[in-house]
């Protein structure tokens, strides 16, 4: 008998039907240990030594695991493919060996990219050990964690009371949300007015333009200020004739965008689904880890957590042979598009992107499994995925330009149609597509003015962050990793540190200041600089570029002087110096 442990015992369910009798495949339920929240947990003068505590809620799944262990000739950790799937792996083995369970026994490491037959048997029969790295820079992000968390809570408690918690990540997402109200409060509205003119040839077609030069002058933003500004303007126009001096033509290209990383597809899914980045996660997971489809447990996606934009050879050739075979070859590309050079900041792990296990598994054909919500982000990856291998999209781009008699003065009209679909076929991409604006079929030659049309506007402040723009912002900063994007945004909510109103995050009083506290006590904690450049000290110990107990001295020495210059303050004086910040 071989034993099989994986995270969670839906993916186990479908793994042992994969694999038959000769194999027992047992779910350890995600983490089986944790650093117990009491002072000692990490001890900083030992090497940063750890003591880990099994949490009342594996033990019994841990009793099972033990028992199986000790009638199996081979132990298989097969864990996620991720960082923390590694770690899960390390403490169980960690556990097995404690317990005396491993002697004259196999262990081996295996990773599923995708659970499906196929994926399940290359992985067991290509194992591997263990990686070393990839458990040292898990246990100097908890250390962290744990170090940031335990030392800058109780202060909170003593000197903010009612406030639970700072941690090191969450507390640098909630500045970024604090800091955009702030912005949003000091915002001062600047007025300004645009101008456009209804023009008409001889055979009554009619054009809206946008005037770009007014008697020789540009037109920007602010060229019109106020009321007096736009009159002015208008009358001048009145005043002029016009022709249609140029009449243009040309084929733009849009390329398909690549296939989604962990952070996109929720971008994506909370803009386009209305779906939270928990909940988009927790739909992936179950694609992941196995759809019933006729008696059969079905993997339809590749795994979930990944920075990866690429996408194996072997799939991306069936998915030129799908869209050959059922839109034709115009819609193919001579070769290949590859987007693994398009890696987001600090990327970890070389995973594949996120795609469909198998893309004959359209989303029409699995619809009646699946659930409304699942069927939409299923929809999305594998539209996605397949488009990102599809022909660009064309479109003809038309431009008229009306010029006064005396060449001062020049409007201009632009439209856009779709000449070939290509990836648009499949799918659409909101944030990209112009409204198709036919234009009339005209001449060059004189035009008459019919309408001119002012219109007053006032510059409005920058939007406050949704989930999707918060994980972009964090993306682009560095900060967090595509298992932590989901949990950050859970912890400030949870917390009460964040409100959210019409799917915009809006900071509560209780948030601003904790924010503030950091802000002005632990500024160089909640620096987006410092913590990205943190990110990338804990990325390189995944390449041995860095040792994990060094990262951690360099960060301990500083941060424990500041926790106690902290710690002597008045109570009195923190508040009146968050008074102060809060105005």
């Known amino acids: 008998m071989n034993l099989v442990i994986v995270e969670s015992p839906a993916k186990a369910k479908t793994i042992n039907k994969y694999l038959g009798n000769k194999y027992k495949v047992l779910a350890s339920y995600g983490h089986i240990r944790d650093l117990p929240s009491k002072n000692g947990s990490v ?105 940031v968390g335990f030392n800058i809570s109780p202060i909170l408690w003593t000197k903010l009371p009612g406030s639970k918690s700072a941690g090191r990540v969450q507390s640098v997402a909630l500045k970024l949300i604090t800091e955009r109200e702030h912005e949003i409060e000091l915002f001062n509205p600047k007025e300004f007015w645009t101008l456009k003119v209804n023009f008409t040839d001889n ?62 597809l929720q971008q994506v899914s909370s803009g386009r689904l209305g779906l939270g980045a928990s909940r988009t996660m927790q739909i992936a997971q179950k694609l992941y880890q196995g759809i019933e489809i006729e008696g059969e447990t079905v993997g339809l996606i590749t795994y979930m957590r990944t920075d990866g934009t690429n996408i194996s050879k072997e799939a991306v050739s069936d998915f030129r042979n799908f869209i050959k075979n059922i839109y034709g070859n115009e819609y193919l590309p001579k070769d290949p598009l590859n987007y693994s050079g398009k890696k987001a900041k600090n990327a970890q792990e070389a995973h594949e992107a996120i795609r469909p296990t198998d893309i004959d598994n359209s989303p029409d054909k699995v619809k009646k499994y699946l659930s409304p919500d699942q069927h939409k982000v299923y929809d999305l990856i594998w539209s996605r995925a397949l488009s990102s291998q599809m022909q660009s999209a064309q479109f003809d781009r038309n431009t008229i330009t009306i010029t006064s008699d005396d060449k001062e003065t020049v409007l201009k009209t632009n439209g856009s149609v779709v000449k070939f679909d290509g990836y648009l076929k499949i799918y659409k991409d909101p944030k990209k597509e112009d409204d198709e604006s036919i234009l009339p079929k005209m001449s060059k030659g004189p035009v008459n003015i019919k309408k001119v049309i002012d219109e007053q506007h006032f510059t409005q402040p920058p939007p406050r962050y949704s989930e999707a723009s918060l994980v972009k912002k964090l993306e682009e900063l560095g900060i967090g990793r595509p298992s932590t994007y989901a949990s950050i945004i859970s912890v400030i909510s949870t917390r009460g540190y964040v409100e959210t109103f019409n ?59 500041n926790v106690a210059q902290v710690k002597e303050k008045r109570t009195r004086e923190v508040l009146d110096l968050l008074n102060d910040s809060l105005g």
Do not use: C
Request: aromatic share 10%; glycine share 4%; proline share 3%.
């Open 43 to 147: 001890n900083p003068d030992n090497n940063f030594q750890m003591l880990w505590e099994i949490d009342s809620f594996s033990k019994k799944y841990l009793k099972e695991i033990s028992e199986a262990a000790k009638n199996s000739s081979k132990i298989i950790l097969a864990t996620d493919p991720d960082r923390e799937g590694e770690a899960i792996a390390w403490h169980v083995k960690e556990f097995l060996s404690e317990k005396k369970l491993l002697k004259d026994k196999d262990v081996e490491r295996v990773v599923f990219n995708e659970i499906t037959k196929k994926a399940v048997a290359y992985g067991i029969d290509n194992p591997r050990q263990i990686e070393p790295l990839l458990v040292d820079a898990y246990m100097a992000r908890r250390a962290l964690d744990y170090l």
């Open 203 to 264: 055979n009554n077609n009619v054009v809206i333009s946008n005037i770009s030069q007014l008697d020789g002058k540009k037109i920007e933003k602010f060229s019109f200020i106020n009321e007096k500004d736009i009159h002015e303007a208008a009358e001048k126009i009145k005043r002029k004739k016009f022709n249609i001096s140029d009449i243009s033509s040309k084929i733009v290209n849009r390329n398909p965008s690549g296939p989604f990383t962990t952070s996109t």
């Open 503 to 561: 799917k915009r995050f809006h900071p509560t009083d209780r948030g601003k200041l904790i924010t503030a506290f950091l802000e002005k006590l632990f500024s160089k904690y909640v620096d987006y600089n410092f913590t990205a450049e943190l990110e990338n000290q804990l990325d390189e110990i995944t390449s041995g570029k860095e040792g994990w107990i060094k990262v951690l001295e360099m960060f301990w020495k500083d941060f424990n002087k």
